[in-house]
């Protein structure tokens, strides 16, 4: 069973940058790293440049196990970003050939919007977006509350 690790930001931030291949982890962030049963770690998301008075928050995530994306996971990333920091969009950054990714994404309901040039002059991204309204109707977070005023 995977266990959540809380109030470890920097050590989640650097872990997850450096299976992305950047050399430093995101500075002024929360995260929630993903251990196994074992307390070895399995993925992290790290969530940065929050914006309270728009109600935006942006999300990075990284894994070297798919098993840290759980539906039990996706649920605390939701609870978190939108009962927690009351959030009225996620915003997540993808090179547009992480098809994998994408098709998960489409799965929990994010719009998508292509970024030609994202990721340098030859490498698009796409722009995905989650709503409050989106996470609420969708399929993960269905039986929990249905808006953050029901909490």
């Not at 994306?69 to 915003?91: A, W, Y």
Request: proline share 2%; hydrophobic share 40%; with cysteine.
């Amino acid at each position: 069973m995977i266990q959540f690790l809380y109030g470890q930001d920097e050590l989640v931030s650097r872990l997850v940058a450096n299976l992305q291949g950047a050399e430093h982890g995101r500075r002024n962030c929360k995260t929630i790293g993903v251990l196994d049963e074992t307390g070895e770690f399995l993925g992290g998301a790290v969530f940065y440049n929050w914006n309270p008075e728009a109600g935006i928050i942006e999300i990075s995530a990284s894994a070297i196990s798919p098993r840290w994306l759980s539906r039990r996971t996706l649920k605390r990333i939701g609870e978190f970003v939108f009962h927690e920091c009351e959030c009225q969009l996620l915003l997540v950054y993808l090179r547009a050939d992480h098809e994998r990714v994408l098709t998960l994404l489409a799965g929990l309901g994010f719009t998508f919007r292509l970024v030609p040039r994202l990721f340098g002059r030859d490498l698009d991204g796409v722009l995905c977006t989650l709503t409050d309204d989106e996470w609420f109707d969708g399929r993960i977070s269905r039986g929990a509350h249905t808006t953050k005023e029901a909490a």
